[in-house]
């Protein structure tokens, strides 16, 4: 995708091979700014504290941050040592470990002097294989979208979005904002309406500052809109990601995406999830007992950080001194409320039955 007219990818290699460079999304939408990744601490650290964020970018993050780790000590304890360090850092997300299993499997396979070259090719390999996966959702999305327009008699199409699903929360293209993008080149007048996704705000930083940048009509509500605005006909389907789906069909996202889910079914609009391969954990089949919710710092809810009229940034606090908090990173919406589930492979009911269908040699590993 483009800034100002130049293509980046969240994460990218630098040429001296021994580094990759990220986007700081905590810097976002006032500042665009790189960071480089140079050791095992530098992606653990990115990856908890949400400078890269986003299931697939996190995975991505996680395997380049194993094949750093190996230049400082590529014994098997080392490789032991990384994956625990690197899939401690965000428990919700599967395509951490998935990642971290798929890279440190290659590397014991081969001497420790080319675990290093091994892990960082390998890891290459995973994020263009995420590129890809995203423009194949995008194309199959964007299908429902145009499906939409034409059953409207070619009128324009509202899509209500939760969190940022969008590129960068993948390598390129995004899971949830890939169809927008797809059925938008087309030239299908799409209009998306941003939640803001309190209390990190990633809807109204991130999602907002890629549609602005990429020319999608959009408008940002806030997080309690949506149902009002779905029971008055003003949303035609809603799109999110996906950090963990169950083999069930069971969706998790982030907070709040169960309350969109549950206004879309009460008003008949459809709700779908958008999400690469590397999203679906085969080993449960319910999501709201099994899937672990990260709890994270109560401050990203007592305190917000915004700039200022003079152009200089402030972070102050909007709860009431004192006040407990509590800060649930997602929520897990039933398959039951999910119309269907996109993927690179195409779409599928949000069911063991739909996501077999894709992907039949699941069901025999299962």
Known sequence: MNIDGQPYRTIFPDPDGLSVHVIDQTRLPFAFELKRLATLDDAAVAIRTMIVRG????????????????????????????????????PTAVNLRW????????????????????????????????????????????????????????????????????????????????????????????????????????GAALTAFELNGHGVPHTVIADNAGGHLMQHGEVDLCIVGSDRTAASGDVCNKIGTYLKALAAHDNGVPFYAALPFSTIDWTLDDGVREIPIEERDGREVTHMTGRLADG???????????????????????????????????????????????????????
């Open 312 to 366: 200089g940034f402030a972070t102050i606090e909007v709860v009431s001194p004192g006040s407990p908090v509590a800060n649930p990173a997602f929520d897990v919406t039933p398959a039951r409320l999910v119309t269907g589930i996109i993927t690179e492979r195409g779409v599928c009911d949000a069911s063991h039955e739909g996501l077999y269908g894709l992907y039949p040699e699941r069901r025999k590993a299962a």
């Open 99 to 202: 990642a971290l299993e798929r890279v440190s499997a290659n590397l014991r396979q081969v001497a420790p002097d080319d675990r290093f070259a091994r892990a960082f090719a390998e890891a290459g390999r995973i994020a263009e294989e995420d590129v890809a996966s995203c423009r194949s959702i995008g194309a199959h999305g964007g299908r429902i979208i145009a499906d939409l327009h034409r059953a409207k008699g070619n009128g324009p199409i509202t899509v209500l979005t939760h969190c940022n699903a969008g590129w960068l929360a993948t390598v390129d293209w995004g899971t949830a904002l890939a169809p927008i993008y797809a059925a938008h080149a087309e030239g299908v007048p799409v209009h998306v309406l941003v939640d803001e996704t309190r209390p990190r705000s990633q």
């Open 55 to 90: 299931a697939p970018l996190i995975g991505v993050t996680a395997a380049y941050g194993l094949a750093l780790a190996m230049r400082a000590d590529a014994s098997t304890d080392g490789i032991d040592r990384a994956v625990a360090v690197l899939a401690a850092t965000r």
